[in-house]
């Protein structure tokens, strides 16, 4: 039963290719719009053999993790300042709330007039993004905190900056690891989305040079690893997570 569950996520790729592959060759379709695997798979085996396209993908990582790093830093901390003062949530408390629908998107010429076309632009906008839900996850964690664990240590005689170092921040790392999860594909996304509008490198550039040069195969070879690069991330996220989380099981959930 465990091995049939660890192979489960690979059926549903194998049957996903299975029926891209049957209507690439149905002829019901333009190759333009449904290439074979083949042609797809050589295009990636290409993407991996020139070191420009390399450096493509490490320009994407820096601006995505740069700008997710930044929010990290600031989303913690307001993020706990917000759940252990009353004063500080109801203060920016609305603020989050009010604009977290907003798509920050929207906002790009404006980053671009201030900051240029160049990668600061994109920076600040992922930065932006991911800020929120890490801000709104390590919040709820901090207000979440069991009262009796700092009762416990007000009663030991323990400081509040012991108490926030000892009690507070191991409480609150599940729901900023929760927070990181939603935030790095978010950074990837707007990545993308930010290249393919204004930049001349990328992966988002090289998504939408393909597909104005009508290279479907080639454009969705370049999906395919900022696929990869989304899941490489998202997988390395949980395994630091459960490296430092180690008291939390997260397998006792499921049946």
């Not at 798979?41 to 070191?51: C, D, I, N, V, W």
């Not at 604009?99 to 671009?112: N, Q, R, S, W």
């Not at 009796?148 to 323990?158: C, E, H, I, P, V």
Request: charged letters at 15%; one cysteine or more.
């Amino acid at each position: 039963m465990r091995f049939f569950q660890r192979f489960l996520p690979f059926v549903l790729v194998g049957a996903a290719l299975v029926i891209w592959e049957t209507a690439a060759r149905s002829g019901m379709w333009s190759p333009l719009l449904f290439p074979s695997l083949g042609k797809i798979f050589r295009e990636l085996g290409l993407f991996f053999t020139k070191t420009e396209m390399l450096l493509e993908i490490q320009v994407s990582l820096e601006r995505a993790l740069g700008g997710f790093a930044l929010a990290a830093l600031m989303g913690i901390l307001l993020g706990i300042v917000m759940g252990r003062s009353r004063f500080v949530a109801a203060l920016l408390d609305p603020l989050f709330s009010g604009t977290y629908a907003v798509p920050k998107l929207a906002l790009f010429p404006i980053f671009i007039f201030v900051f240029g076309i160049g990668s600061l632009s994109k920076v600040a906008l992922v930065f932006l993004e991911c800020l929120y839900p890490i801000v709104i996850m390590t919040y709820a964690g901090a207000r979440d905190v069991n009262r009796a664990l700092l009762w416990s240590a007000q009663n030991m005689g323990a400081s509040r900056a012991a108490i926030l170092r000892r009690v507070v921040i191991p409480a609150t790392t599940p729901f900023i690891f929760a927070g990181f999860r939603v935030a790095v594909p978010v950074a990837m996304i707007v990545v993308v989305i930010t290249e393919m509008v204004a930049s001349a490198d990328g992966l988002g550039y090289q998504v939408i040079y393909a597909m104005s040069s009508l290279k479907t195969d080639r454009m969705l070879a370049v999906v395919i690893v900022i696929a990869a690069l989304g899941y490489a991330l998202d997988k390395a996220v949980v395994l630091l997570r459960d490296r430092l989380i180690y008291w939390e099981k997260l397998d006792t959930y499921y049946v």
